[in-house]
C-alpha cells in the first residue's frame, strides 16, 4: 500500500516548488524505506508486485528530477539492491513451477514477471531520459557489468537485455553538451562485442542490438569530441567505418566479434584500446563457455593486429595474457593469444618492454611459457629484430665487470634462447644471427661455471626453486647445443660430443680447450660460419669484462687457422696478438703465441711477425710451460729469418733451459738449439762457435736422460753440433744401452770429446757440475765421464790446478744412496787419483803421419 501511494503520488501530484522541496527533505527516508522492502523480498521467488511498484516509483519520480539511485551512498546502495534482487530471479520455469507448488497470490508467474522485467527496464531509461549525459550510462553499466559477464544465462540474458535498452533509449535522448565523460568505454565495447559471441542465443540477439546503439553513441561522440585539428583523421576513420557495415549485413557483422573490433578501434583513443584489451582478456577466464574464450581470442588478435601502435598499457596487457595461458584450454584460443604476443613483440616500439616482461618469470619456464617463447612468430625482419633485441638482453650482462651475483636476466634470456631454439619459428633469424648467438651462448657458459641458482640475483618476489640440477650452467650449455643442432651443425656437435667438448666447456681450468675444439670443428666442417664468426669477433674482442674477452679470444685465434685471416688487416691480427703478449693475464699470452703459431704459416705474415720478437723472446723466461713452448713453436717458425744478434741472443736463452725440469721444455730447447745452429750463415760460425762447444758437454750427458725423447733428441742435436764443427762423431755416441754398463764405448766417446775439446773448452769442469744433477743417469754419466776424461787433462793444467778439486766433489759422491753412483765415482776417483801419480803417455803417431812428416816442404 505505501509503494501504490507513493507511486500513485509520484504520478499525479503537481510539481510546485513546496512539493519538490517536500520530496526532497524526504529523499533519504525514501531510500531507506525502499532498500528495506526490497531486501524484505525472497531472492528466490516472485510472488509479489513489490518490486513492480519500487521500479515504476523510482521512474516516476526519476522523471520529475527526484533521483534516488545516484547522488549518495545510500542511493548507491540501492541501485545496487534492487538490480541484484531482479537479476539474480531464478528463471522464469523455475518461477513458474514454484509457483504451482506454493501458490501465494493472485498473481500469474508468468505475467508478474513480465511486467516487473518491464517496469526495471523503464526505470533504467528513466535514468538516461532525464540525466542524457554520458556519465549516467558510466554508472548504470557499473552495476550491470558483473551480471553481464555472469556464469548463469538467465542473469546474463536479463543484464544484457536491460543494457541493450539502456543504450537504444540513450541514443535517443543523448545530450553531447560538455562535460562528455565515460570513462568505461573501452570496457563497455569489449563486453557487448564478447556477448554478441554468447553461446545463448538470445543474448548475442540482445547484445548485437545493444552494441549497434552503442556504435551510434560512439559516433557521436567522437564527431564532438575530436580535434578539429586532425579532422582529416576522423574522415578517414568514419571511412573505414562504412566500409566495414557495408560489407556485412548488420546481423551478420553483429554475429562476429571480431568485426565489431574492427569497427570501434578506429574510434577508441589508447586508454579505451587498453580497456578493450583489458576486458578482453577477462573473458578468456570464462571456462564454462569455450566460445566466450573463442570470442575473446578473436577480439584480442583484431584489436592488436590493427591497432598495437596505441597502446600505452602493454606490460599489463602481458602480465594478465601470461596469468590467463595457464586456463585456456582450446589450442586455436591458445595460439591466438600467443599471436597476439608475438605481433606486440615484433613491433619495435613494444620489443624490449614485452622481453622485460616476460624475462621476469621463474626459470625454468613453465610449459605454458615455454609454449609462448617456442611458438612466437613473426616475418624475418621482425623475427631477427625479437632475436637480437633478446641477446642484446644477454650481452649488456658480458659488459659489466664480474660481479659478486650474477643478474637474473642473464639466466632468464639464456633459457628464453633455449625455448626459441626449441620451438624452431625463428630458424631464419637464428642463421642470420648464429654468430652473434653461438659467442654470446659461450660468454654465457664461461660465465656460469660453477654457479647455483643461489649465486643469482633473483628479483624480489620471485620464487625459485634451488636444486642442482637447475644452475645456469645447465641452461647456457643447453641453449648452445639446441643452437648447433636447429642450424644443421650437426658434424660439429658430434665433434663436441665424441672429445667430451661439452665436459670441457663447463670446466674453470679446461674451458677454453672446449672452445678451442668447438672452433676448429666449425672451422673444418662449416667454413662459411667460421669465417663469420671471425669477422664478427674483429669488434667483438674490445668489448665485455675478461671472461667475455678470453672466450672471444679463445675462439679468435682459433680462426686464424684459416687462409682468410690473411685478409685481416694488421691492427686486428699482429697488433692485437702483440698487446695480448704483453698483458698480465698469463691466458692471453698463451693466447697470443697460439694465434702466431696459427699466422706463421703463411708466408706473408711472417713480416709482420717478426716485428714481434722480442716480445716472443721474453716469453722464454716465463714461468708457465705453456707459454714457453709455445714460443719456442713460433721460433721455430722464425729461425731462418733472424738476423745474427738476434739469433745468438736466442741460443743464449735456449741454452739456459737445457734440463729444465719440464721435460718438454728441456726437449724442445734442444730442437730449437739445432735448428738455430743450422740457421747459422756461413759467415756467422766464427761468432758461435763457443756456444756450440759449450753444448757439447750437456748434449752428451742428456743423450744418457731416463727420458727416451730427451736422450734421442739429444743425440740428434750433438750431430748437428759436430757437423757444425766439422767433426765426425764415433759410431758408439748413438749407442743404445746406458753408458755406464758400456765402459769401452764410453772410453771411445770420452777420449774422443777429451782430445777434439782441450784447449777449447774445460771440458772436465763443465762434466763435473752435472754430477750434482737431481737425476741419477745424469748423475752417473757426468762421474764416469768424469773419470774417464781425467787421462785427457792438460798437463800445464794438471800442474797447476791440480785435482784436488776433483777429488773433493767425487768424495762426496760416495756418500749417494745409489749402489751403482758410489761403484762408477769410486773407479772415477781412482782414475783421477792415478792420474796425478803417472806422467801423461807420448802421444802416439801413426805411421802414415810419420811418412808425411818425413817429406820436403
Given at each position: 500500500m505505501f509503494l501504490r501511494s507513493l507511486s500513485s503520488l509520484s504520478q499525479n501530484l503537481p510539481y510546485d516548488e513546496t512539493i519538490e522541496s517536500f520530496i526532497h527533505s524526504h529523499i533519504e527516508d525514501i531510500v531507506r524505506i525502499l532498500n528495506v522492502l526490497i531486501q524484505e523480498e525472497p531472492l528466490r521467488s516472485l510472488f509479489s508486485p513489490v518490486r513492480q511498484e519500487v521500479f515504476i516509483t523510482i521512474a516516476n519520480l526519476s522523471y520529475h528530477n527526484v533521483h534516488l539511485l545516484f547522488g549518495s551512498e545510500e542511493r548507491t546502495d540501492l541501485f545496487q539492491v534492487i538490480t541484484r534482487s531482479m537479476i539474480t530471479l531464478?528463471?522464469?520455469?523455475?518461477?513458474?513451477?514454484?509457483?504451482?507448488?506454493?501458490?501465494?497470490?493472485?498473481?500469474?508467474?508468468?505475467?508478474?514477471?513480465?511486467?516487473?522485467f518491464q517496469a526495471f527496464s523503464e526505470m533504467l531509461q528513466s535514468l538516461v531520459v532525464k540525466d542524457p549525459h554520458l556519465e549516467s550510462l558510466d554508472t548504470i553499466f557499473q552495476h550491470l557489468e558483473p551480471w553481464l559477464q555472469s556464469s548463469k544465462d538467465h542473469e546474463r540474458k536479463r543484464a544484457t537485455a536491460s543494457m541493450a535498452q539502456?543504450?537504444?533509449?540513450?541514443?535517443?535522448?543523448?545530450?553531447?553538451?560538455?562535460?562528455?565523460?565515460?570513462?568505461?568505454?573501452?570496457h563497455l565495447v569489449a563486453l557487448m562485442a564478447l556477448l554478441c559471441g554468447d553461446p545463448l542465443k538470445a543474448v548475442a540477439e540482445e547484445a548485437a542490438e545493444g552494441t549497434h546503439y552503442l556504435l551510434h553513441i560512439t559516433l557521436r561522440l567522437k564527431y564532438v569530441t575530436h580535434d578539429k585539428k586532425n579532422h582529416q583523421s576522423l574522415r578517414k576513420a568514419l571511412k573505414k567505418c562504412r566500409g566495414f557495415l557495408e560489407l556485412y549485413s548488420i546481423?551478420?557483422?553483429?554475429?562476429?566479434?571480431?568485426?565489431?573490433?574492427q569497427v570501434f578501434e578506429v574510434f577508441l583513443n589508447s586508454d579505451e584500446l587498453c580497456q578493450f584489451v583489458m576486458t578482453t582478456l577477462d573473458g578468456l577466464k570464462n571456462l564454462k563457455h569455450p566460445y566466450t574464450q573463442q570470442s575473446a581470442g578473436e577480439l584480442l588478435i583484431t584489436l592488436v593486429k590493427n591497432a598495437e601502435s596505441r597502446f600505452e598499457k602493454v606490460p599489463e596487457i602481458m602480465g594478465i595474457i601470461c596469468a590467463r595461458l595457464s586456463i585456456i584450454s582450446q589450442p586455436r584460443v591458445r595460439q591466438q593469444v600467443i599471436n597476439t604476443v608475438s605481433l606486440f613483440i615484433s613491433r619495435p616500439k613494444y620489443t624490449d618492454i614485452v622481453l622485460s616482461h616476460l624475462l621476469c618469470h621463474p626459470v625454468p619456464y613453465d610449459r605454458h611459457l615455454a609454449e609462448l617463447w617456442r611458438t612466437l612468430e613473426a616475418e624475418l625482419p621482425s623475427t631477427t629484430w625479437i632475436l637480437w633485441r633478446l641477446l642484446r638482453k644477454l650481452q649488456k650482462c658480458h659488459t659489466v665487470p664480474t660481479q659478486e651475483k650474477m643478474a637474473y636476466v642473464g639466466v632468464a634470456?639464456?633459457?628464453?634462447?633455449?625455448?626459441?631454439?626449441?620451438?624452431?619459428?625463428?630458424?631464419?633469424?637464428?642463421?642470420?644471427?648464429?654468430?652473434?648467438?653461438l659467442m654470446t651462448l659461450l660468454i654465457q657458459i664461461h660465465h656460469s661455471i660453477g654457479l647455483t641458482m643461489s649465486d643469482v640475483a633473483i628479483p624480489s618476489g620471485l620464487h625459485i626453486e634451488v636444486s642442482t640440477e637447475v644452475t645456469p650452467l645447465c641452461f647456457a650449455v643447453q641453449a648452445t647445443k639446441t643452437l648447433l643442432l636447429r642450424t644443421l651443425c650437426w658434424q660439429e656437435f658430434n665433434i663436441m660430443e665424441k672429445n667430451k667438448g661439452w665436459t670441457l666447456l663447463e670446466e674453470k681450468d679446461c674451458h677454453l680447450q672446449g672452445i678451442s675444439l668447438l672452433a676448429n670443428a666449425l672451422l673444418e666442417r662449416n667454413q662459411l660460419l667460421a669465417h663469420k664468426v671471425m669477422y664478427l669477433l674483429v669488434p667483438f674482442l674490445n668489448r665485455g669484462n675478461d671472461k667475455h674477452k678470453l672466450t672471444s679470444a679463445g675462439f679468435f685465434v682459433e680462426l686464424l687457422q684459416s687462409p682468410v685471416a690473411r685478409r685481416l688487416p694488421s691492427t686486428y691480427s699482429t697488433a692485437r696478438l702483440k698487446d695480448w703478449l704483453n698483458h698480465e693475464n698469463d691466458t692471453f699470452k698463451i693466447l697470443a703465441l697460439k694465434g702466431l703459431c696459427n699466422l706463421i704459416r703463411y708466408q706473408e705474415m711472417r713480416e709482420d711477425i717478426k716485428s714481434l720478437l722480442p716480445c716472443i723472446l721474453d716469453s722464454l723466461c716465463e714461468t708457465d710451460e705453456k707459454i714457453v713452448l709455445l714460443a719456442i713453436q713460433v721460433l721455430l717458425q722464425l729461425v731462418r729469418t733472424m738476423d745474427f744478434t738476434t739469433l745468438t741472443a736466442m741460443?743464449?736463452?735456449?741454452?739456459?733451459?737445457?734440463?729444465?725440469?719440464?721435460?718438454?721444455?728441456?726437449?724442445?730447447?734442444?730442437?730449437?738449439?739445432?735448428?738455430?745452429?743450422?740457421?747459422?750463415?756461413?759467415?756467422?760460425?766464427?761468432g758461435v762457435e763457443n756456444q756450440v762447444l759449450d753444448s757439447l758437454v750437456p748434449l752428451l750427458l742428456y743423450s744418457q736422460d731416463e727420458n727416451d725423447a730427451i736422450a734421442e733428441e739429444s743425440k740428434r742435436v750433438l750431430m748437428i753440433c759436430a757437423h757444425f764443427l766439422k767433426w765426425k762423431l764415433p759410431q758408439e755416441v748413438y749407442c743404445k744401452d746406458p753408458l755406464y754398463i758400456r765402459p769401452i764405448e764410453a772410453g771411445k766417446i770420452c777420449r774422443f770429446f777429451g782430445i777434439k775439446c782441450r784447449g777449447k773448452i774445460d771440458i772436465l769442469a763443465q762434466t763435473l757440475m752435472y754430477s750434482k744433477n737431481t737425476k741419477l743417469p745424469i748423475r752417473r754419466a757426468a762421474v764416469l765421464f768424469v773419470g774417464l776424461l781425467s787421462n785427457y787433462m792438460d798437463q800445464n793444467e794438471l800442474s797447476i790446478k791440480g785435482t784436488d778439486w776433483i777429488q773433493h766433489d767425487l768424495r762426496e759422491m760416495l756418500q749417494d744412496p745409489e749402489p751403482s753412483l758410489r761403484i762408477i765415482t769410486s773407479q772415477a776417483l781412482f782414475r783421477v787419483q792415478k792420474v796425478t801419480t803417472e806422467p801423461e803417455p807420448e802421444p802416439t803417431v801413426c805411421w802414415l803421419r810419420k811418412l808425411m812428416g818425413c817429406l820436403p816442404t
Open positions: 531464478p528463471p522464469l520455469n523455475i518461477l513458474t513451477q514454484l509457483q504451482e507448488i506454493t501458490p501465494c497470490g493472485p498473481y500469474n508467474p508468468e505475467c508478474l514477471y513480465r511486467q516487473t539502456v543504450l537504444k533509449c540513450l541514443s535517443r535522448h543523448l545530450c553531447l553538451k560538455p562535460p562528455l565523460r565515460f570513462q568505461r568505454l573501452g546481423k551478420r557483422f553483429y554475429r562476429y566479434p571480431f568485426k565489431i573490433a634470456a639464456t633459457c628464453a634462447l633455449y625455448e626459441v631454439f626449441m620451438g624452431n619459428r625463428l630458424r631464419a633469424a637464428m642463421l642470420r644471427l648464429f654468430p652473434q648467438l741460443m743464449r736463452t735456449i741454452f739456459s733451459l737445457f734440463g729444465d725440469v719440464r721435460p718438454d721444455v728441456h726437449l724442445f730447447s734442444m730442437t730449437l738449439f739445432g735448428a738455430s745452429i743450422k740457421s747459422v750463415k756461413h759467415t756467422d760460425k766464427k
